[in-house]
T-cell receptor, first 113, second 118 residues
Framework: AQSVTQLGSHVSVSEGALVLLRCNYS??????LFWYVQYPNQGLQLLLK??????LVKGINGFEAEFKKSETSFHLTKPSAHMSDAAEYFC???????????FGSGTRLQVQP | EAQVTQNPRYLITVTGKKLTVTCSQN?????MSWYRQDPGLGLRQIYY???????DKGDVPEGYKVSRKEKRNFPLILESPSPNQTSLYFC?????????????????FGPGTRLTVT
């Protein structure tokens, strides 16, 4: 079975500050890992994905994530937060057969002016 | 435009009144899935379908039914809704292939259906 833990249900940063959203996973098989973003009243949009090709993954809107197998982590970062980054972020791991996704509980990012 | 559509987007109903939420995708995807999203719990899978006439339970299937008679459509049926099914529902789809590629794991989500059962 696989699981995802997102530390911190709410994260608040100042505009221009570093964004760090934490994700730890467990999986019995080499995982595929994903970060999705959900803006208010919208569906989920894929930010980035880890496919085992490279441990540092770059996504849209300046976000990136680093896969660390030894720490079973896939933390999401952005060097400089923008007001438009305010949203809820979900980390997900693929399950058996590489289709089913198991999601973390989500982290709501607030960006203060 | 490649997309997953859901209808209705918002629905308020009463306990026990059967309802159906439709989901359609135009990407010729084999795999389709339903999730519910609840505060603090993230998204949990209700049912999924690997292809036409092939469906299976996810993590929280109780109180729900699905069908997959056509490749593009995957309706979610609540035969007798109850207040604990008040939630935000998402349909998702992904492409086929062997099922072991990241392409098959990457899912595209619909805009969501907010259901309230009173």
């Amino acid at each position: 079975a696989q699981s995802v833990t997102q530390l911190g249900s709410h994260v608040s940063v100042s505009e221009g500050a570093l964004v760090l959203l934490r994700c730890n996973y467990s999986s019995s098989v080499p995982p595929y890992l994903f970060w999705y973003v959900q803006y208010p009243n919208q569906g989920l949009q894929l930010l980035l994905k880890y496919t085992s090709a490279a441990t540092l993954v770059k996504g849209i809107n300046g976000f990136e994530a680093e896969f660390k197998k030894s720490e079973t982590s896939f933390h999401l970062t952005k060097p400089s937060a923008h007001m438009s980054d305010a949203a809820e972020y979900f980390c997900a791991v693929s399950g058996p057969g590489r289709r089913a996704l198991t999601f973390g509980s989500g982290t709501r990012l607030q960006v203060q002016p | 435009e490649a997309q997953v559509t859901q209808n209705p987007r918002y629905l308020i109903t009463v306990t026990g009144k059967k309802l159906t939420v439709t989901c359609s995708q135009n990407m010729n995807h084999e795999y389709m899935s339903w999730y519910r999203q609840d505060p603090g719990l993230g998204l949990r899978q209700i049912y999924y379908s690997m292809n036409v006439e092939v469906t299976d339970k996810g993590d929280v299937p109780e109180g729900y039914k699905v069908s997959r008679k056509e490749k593009r459509n995957f309706p979610l049926i609540l035969e007798s809704p109850s207040p604990n099914q008040t939630s935000l529902y998402f349909c998702a789809s992904s492409s086929g292939g062997s099922g072991t590629s990241v392409r098959s794991a990457e899912q595209y989500f619909g805009p969501g259906t907010r259901l309230t059962v009173t």
